[in-house]
């Protein structure tokens, strides 16, 4: 039994952690970085003060920090999955684009484009902020362009179109919140099964 104590106690720490930064990303999505305070964050992860800042001692931009990290390895996760349904590219983008607007309606407009709030809110003061949210704009551009290449795009028509692709939905994402309509990101699916498609290679 002695043995394994250890263990358990690895796990109890590493869950308290992922609880925090789980809670920070709702909350970065919700209400945006200035809106978000540690008490917060400590009564809705349900964790004490003091494992706060433990994991992360140099306080709330270091969690919002690894939180961005951990929420663009869960949206690659997700945006690799949803690009697979089709060999379409066209189809494949204008697919995973739906499913984000039905997720946006299911919870009325009240989420999305946490990246967007966080380099708004902090770019021009935390560059620690900035360059993780350059990371991970990095990583979800790299997953269409694998999509694109795969498809038979170049590499340079793959970049531009993967850098059109996602600010046109983060830019739909900010326009559905403010108008509480989904209506803007399913304009924009369409308008980029049509782009995409018209500018698939030939044979």
């Known amino acids: 039994m002695q043995a394994i104590r250890p263990v ?20 970065l999505e919700r209400q945006g970085y200035n809106g978000t305070g540690l008490n ?28 961005i990290r951990q929420k663009s390895r869960g949206i690659q996760e997700l945006l690799r999955h ?40 902090t770019a021009t003061h935390s560059e620690r902020l900035r360059e993780a949210c350059a990371e991970a704009y990095g990583n979800v551009h790299e997953v269409f362009k694998e999509k694109l290449v795969a498809s038979g795009f170049d590499d340079a028509t793959a970049i ?4 059109t692709i996602v600010a046109a939905v983060e ?3 900010i326009l559905s919140r403010a108008q509480k309509d989904n209506q803007p990101m399913l304009d924009i699916a369409a308008s980029l099964e049509i782009l995409i498609r018209a500018e698939l290679p030939t044979a």
């Open 8 to 27: 358990v106690i690895i796990q109890t720490m590493s869950e308290t952690k992922n609880r925090i930064l789980e809670t920070m990303s709702e909350l």
């Open 40 to 67: 917060e964050i400590v009564k809705l992860s349900q964790t004490p003060k003091g494992s706060l800042y433990h994991y992360f001692p140099d306080g709330k931009e270091e969690i919002v920090a690894e939180a």
């Open 160 to 163: 531009r179109l993967m850098k």
């Open 82 to 121: 949803n690009l697979a349904q089709h060999d379409d590219p066209a189809k494949a983008v204008r697919y995973h684009i739906e499913f984000m607007a039905q997720h946006l309606a299911a919870h009325e407009c009240r989420v999305g484009a946490p990246l967007a709030s966080v380099v708004l809110e």
């Open 171 to 173: 830019g739909a994402m």
